[in-house]
């Protein structure tokens, strides 16, 4: 549908840098312009700077630094012209009316005929922002709201005008689905449109409604965070995050428009502590600090937390409410807890969810589009009416009226209903009229979820699942903790194998969590260490290797499609597959090291073959063993889909997801493509530098030791890796080596570093906290 190829971006501030960059990561050509500065020698300063910081940026705006050649800059007195080459016209300008209407008139001149125009405001009305335009521009016109980062926040909120051709809205929609992999929500042309109309108001309330009940921001985040399906940053961590200066405009600027009985212009009031910190450049973590700061003082990082009472800073309080431990799937439980916590969790969800409520009809067309918007525009786990399901909506809507709240019409409409049902295998959600709708998903969206409405699996145990997803195919779903790999999976897969052999044509690889995988799981090889049970974790390590050679060898194509984390034994995973289909957000990388251990399930003989064979690359048994050496040894892990087709975990002919929502339809499309004269991979042999090999690598890792870059153990586990990526005692440039000989040489050298005290000091540290001891 989509007749968008070139895109032109008007504004190279961080938000129009950073759409500018996701359409180049899509792969499209984009014009960034900017205006010139007073006395400026280089006109084209801002984009061209705008560009230089994208290519440095951390999180990375682009998904590999070399899609920044595919943005030109220019600047808007010069280049104006060559907007006539664009067929979409993104306006990222400063929040001020009469400056983007200036500008659009500048644009009517000089664009070509039926080329798009948006706007990416968040507060100005559509209806504004064309008032004065000529027919033919208003009818070209939108507005599409990104979210900041560009790349990584998924939402696009479009807002369609009076005279807004259907065609725009649609070719705008198909663009940011299929090639930005955003999910688009249709927004009604209001103040805020939906997700900062609520959003803003959620934090704001949660501001407030701690300040007036005595909380601490420590407690106060422990309850509006796991408790409420809400990330842990909770409400105080979010402002530091967003910045604390943004908030009084963007609250000012939506009171300002809205009607004077709204909810959110009744709660609006002076907050002198706030603007004092803002003053004193408090802003959160662009600035010095805000509720939360490290304090430097004394030569020690400690961090401190603002007391919301008295204005001062003081050492980080640990909550101790016993609220904060409930969990979001008992939500009533949570708001009728008898502490302080349950009855600020009560007041601020009441605020929110009643004020989401009020919002359907108003600002959007349907609770499905409320609860999308919140989910991927502010990370909650749940949207609002998934919320009052969970709460029970007539239970909500009595306790709301026995408060004294206003009982919004849509809650009226759902006594003795719940808003969302499954009814005839298909997920349905209530309408304004008190009727149950499908939620119909985009063309060519296939969700494991909907699946598992209508299906049982094929397979199923503890740690992982089979389910038939049409047309011969099956997807292998990891379901334990964080997708980590264990005996349950390896075993579960096993039998996968045999049940795709004899009854479908073709197996994927997929599941719906956070992450793909994070790897084997660690926490049972502490436990059989600390009981010296080696043999357990020997055995586990062959399992994990010869399934990995039965899927790698099966009569049958094997897709894997990555999202997310891929890390360890999931990398190794993608590693063995005849092909992967991958979400652009993944993370993929042979990270053992980074615990204290070696890849153990044949990530280093993939990495060995894909590197020595690499056409790119020079031949001979030194240059893919250093490239692979250097790899595994630094656990590098890939920042996105294209960086791991540099790193090699992925082949240059793997596909691709730009949205997540659409990677399990297209890793099937790709498994079909492949069952069709199917043959497996042939054996691939090698030959290894030896004992060559180890000196040069020895050599390289001591000169990191000697200059602080590398640790005692860090030597250590790199002496292993080096041991398997040079062939072991069999290493010789003349002498051919096997697969199996790799897999040997990897579980031998496994088992001898996973017993050394500070590979298990390193197991463990990870396992408490999270993060890799340096030991």
């Known amino acids: 549908m989509s007749n968008i190829n070139k895109v032109c971006v008007i504004g190279a501030g961080v938000m129009g840098a950073g759409i500018a960059a996701h359409v180049a990561n899509a792969g499209h050509e984009v014009l960034l312009l900017d205006i010139v500065p007073d006395g400026a020698s280089n006109r084209n300063v801002i984009a061209q700077g705008a560009i230089a910081k994208l290519i440095k940026s951390n999180p990375a705006a682009l998904t590999h630094k070399r899609n920044a050649k595919r943005i030109t800059p220019g600047n808007i007195e010069d280049h104006l012209e060559q907007v006539a080459e664009c067929d979409w016209i993104i306006e990222a300008v400063i929040e001020r009316l009469d400056i983007k209407q200036d500008l659009y008139q500048k644009l009517d001149g000089v664009r070509k005929e039926g080329s798009i125009v948006s706007s990416n405001t968040s507060t100005i009305p559509l209806d504004k922002l064309v008032e004065g335009m000529s027919d033919e521009f208003a009818t070209d016109f939108c507005v599409t709201h990104f979210f900041n980062p560009p790349r990584y926040m998924r939402l696009l909120e479009v807002v369609k005008g009076k005279q807004t051709r259907q065609s725009v809205i649609e070719m705008v929609s198909d663009f940011a689905d299929r090639k930005l992999g955003k999910s688009v929500v249709h927004c009604k042309d209001r103040p805020g449109f939906i997700a900062n109309r609520l959003g803003v108001y959620w934090i704001y309330m949660a501001l407030l409604e701690a300040m007036d009940q005595g909380l601490t921001i420590e407690e106060a985040d422990a309850i509006i965070g796991k408790p409420c399906g809400i990330p842990k940053t909770g409400v105080f961590g979010l402002m530091d995050l967003v910045g604390l200066d943004l908030m009084p405009h963007v609250i000012g600027s939506m009171v300002s428009l809205l009607p004077v009985d709204d909810p959110f212009v009744k709660a609006k009031r002076d907050l002198p502590m706030v603007e004092k910190m803002i003053a004193e450049g408090y802003t959160g973590r662009k600035g010095k600090g805000g509720f939360y700061r490290l304090n430097r003082e004394g030569g020690q990082k400690v961090k401190e937390g603002i007391d919301l009472q008295t204005g001062e800073y003081r050492p980080t309080l640990k909550s101790k409410l016993s609220s904060g431990r409930i969990k979001v799937t008992n939500l009533q439980k949570l708001v009728t807890h008898k502490d302080k916590g349950g009855n600020y969790a009560w007041r601020v969800l009441a605020h929110t969810l009643s004020y989401a409520a009020m919002l359907v009809g108003e600002a ?254 020079p031949r001979g048994g030194m240059p893919g063993a250093a490239k692979a050496f250097e790899l595994i040894s630094t656990a590098t892990v890939a920042k996105s889909a294209e960086e791991a087709k540099s790193n090699m975990v992925m082949r240059t002919e793997d596909g691709i997801t730009m949205n997540r929502y659409r990677l399990l339809a297209d890793a099937k499309a790709k498994a079909l493509d492949l069952v069709e004269g199917y043959q497996p991979p042939h054996p691939p042999v090698f030959h290894l530098p030896g004992e060559t090999g180890r000196v040069a690598f020895s050599m390289a890792v001591g000169g990191f030791v000697r200059q602080g870059k590398a640790t005692k153990h860090d030597a250590v586990v790199s002496a292993a890796v080096a041991e398997i990526l040079t062939g072991g005692d069999k290493g010789d440039i003349t002498e051919e080596m096997s697969e199996q000989d790799i897999l040997d040489l990897e579980r031998i050298t496994f088992m001898k570093i996973v017993r050394h005290p500070d590979t298990l000091d390193r197991v463990e540290h990870m396992l408490l906290t999270g993060k890799p001891l340096r030991n």
């Not at 080696?534 to 049958?556: D, S």
């Open 364 to 617: 959007a067309d349907d609770i499905a589009s409320v609860d999308e918007a919140m989910r991927l525009g502010y990370n909650w786990k749940f949207g609002p009416f998934e919320l009052i399901d969970k709460l029970g909506a007539d239970w909500f809507a009595d306790k709301l009226a026995e408060e004294g709240f206003e009982v919004p019409a849509i809650l009226q409409t759902a006594r003795g209903k719940s808003f969302y049902r499954v009814e005839g295998g298909k997920l349905q959600y209530l309408t304004m009229e008190g009727t149950y709708t499908d939620l119909i998903r985009p063309d060519g969206v296939m969700m494991l979820s909907d699946i598992k409405l209508t299906s049982k699996p094929v397979l199923k145990n503890a740690s992982a699942a089979l389910w038939d997803i049409g047309d011969g195919v099956v997807c292998f779903e990891f379901t334990s903790k964080m997708n980590a790999l264990d005996p349950e999976t390896l075993g579960l897969l096993a039998k996968t194998i045999a049940v795709v052999q004899k009854n479908y044509k073709a197996l994927v690889i997929y599941n719906e969590g956070s992450n793909f995988s994070v790897g084997a799981n660690l926490g049972l090889a502490v436990f059989a260490a600390n009981i010296a049970a080696w043999g357990e974790i020997e055995k586990i390590v062959k399992n994990g290797q010869e399934t990995y050679m039965a899927l790698k060898y099966a009569p049958f194509p094997v897709v894997s499609a990555p999202s997310g984390m891929a890390l360890g034994g999931g990398c190794e995973l993608l590693l063995h597959s005849d092909a992967v289909q991958a979400h652009v957000e993944t993370y993929t990388g042979l990270v053992e090291v980074g615990v204290g251990i070696v890849p153990g399930w044949g990530g280093c003989k993939e990495m060995l073959h894909r590197w020595s064979t690499n056409p790119k690359h």
